[in-house]
Nanobody, 116 residues
Framework: QVQLVESGGGLVQTGGSLRLSCAAS????????TGWFRQAPGKERELVAA????????NYADSVKGRFTISRDNAKNTVYLQMNSLKPEDTAVYYC?????????WGQGTQVTVSS
C-alpha cells in the first residue's frame, strides 16, 4: 500500500514558479513509476510529466516541455515537479500517481492557479 500526499500548490502570477512535492509512504516507493497529472475545470485529466522508478527516464507533455522538470529523491520517498514560466493555462488541480504494473495509487491533488 502506498499513500501519496501532494503539496506546494498555490496562487502565482504569470511567469512565476512553483515546486510541487509528492510525499509517499511505503518502503517500496522507489519501485514505482511516478507521474504528475492535472485536471482543469471541464477538461479531462492529462499527463504532465512522468519519471521512472530509478529516475533515469522522464517524459513530458508537449505543453510543459522546457518549463517543467520532474525529479525524485527515493531516499526521501518524494517526487517533485518544478514549474517555471507558468501560464494561466497551467491552472488546474495537480495530482501525483504512482504505478507498478497494474497497481496504481493517486494523491488527493493540489490546486495551482496562475493569474494573468
Amino acid at each position: 500500500q502506498v499513500q501519496l500526499v501532494e503539496s506546494g500548490g498555490g496562487l502565482v502570477q504569470t511567469g512565476g514558479s512553483l515546486r510541487l512535492s509528492c510525499a509517499a509512504s511505503g518502503r517500496t516507493f522507489s519501485s514505482y513509476t511516478t507521474g504528475w497529472f492535472r485536471q482543469a475545470p471541464g477538461k479531462e485529466r492529462e499527463l504532465v510529466a512522468a519519471i521512472s522508478s530509478i529516475g533515469g527516464i522522464t517524459n513530458y507533455a508537449d505543453s510543459v516541455k522546457g518549463r517543467f522538470t520532474i525529479s525524485r529523491d527515493n531516499a526521501k520517498n518524494t517526487v517533485y515537479l518544478q514549474m517555471n514560466s507558468l501560464k494561466p493555462e497551467d491552472t488546474a488541480v495537480y495530482y501525483c500517481k504512482a504505478r507498478q504494473g497494474r497497481i496504481e495509487y493517486w494523491g488527493q491533488g493540489t490546486q495551482v492557479t496562475v493569474s494573468s
